[in-house]
Nanobody
Framework: QVHLVESGGGLVQTGGSLRLSCAVS????????MGWDRQRPGKQRELVAS???????TYADSVRGRFTISIDKAQNTVYLQMNSLKPEDTAVYYC???????????????WGQGSRVTVSS
């Protein structure tokens, strides 16, 4: 069974930085891609950034140049480095993983528990 455990959320002032981490526990899987979504107050959930197992990245326009997603495949952990934070980045951030079972090739999708990020003005 696969679990995603997030850490690193918190309260920061405008212009500050935070780093979110998401570790995938379990065995027998391959990481195809991982990403971070967020849900801002009163808004729909939106994709923030994603990264493939090969390292290709995508970013939402609103965070490009300020956020960096990276993956440590040896640790099965994805990171989201968030710099120059703005009040509009306040949200609950969710990690997600697109996985495949190594033996059956069955696709699996897993989500983290959510990390609250609050940016004060």
């Amino acid at each position: 069974q696969v679990h995603l455990v997030e850490s690193g959320g918190g309260l920061v002032q405008t212009g500050g930085s935070l780093r979110l981490s998401c570790a995938v526990s379990g065995s027998g899987f391959r990481i195809n891609a991982m990403g971070w979504d967020r849900q801002r107050p009163g808004k729909q959930r939106e994709l923030v950034a994603s990264i493939t197992g090969g390292g290709a990245t995508t970013y939402a326009d609103s965070v490009r140049g300020r956020f960096t997603i990276s993956i440590d495949k040896a640790q099965n952990t994805v990171y989201l480095q968030m710099n120059s934070l703005k009040p509009e980045d306040t949200a609950v951030y969710y990690c997600d993983a697109d996985l495949s079972d190594i033996s059956s090739a069955q696709a699996m999708d897993a989500w983290g528990q959510g990390s609250r990020v609050t940016v004060s003005s």
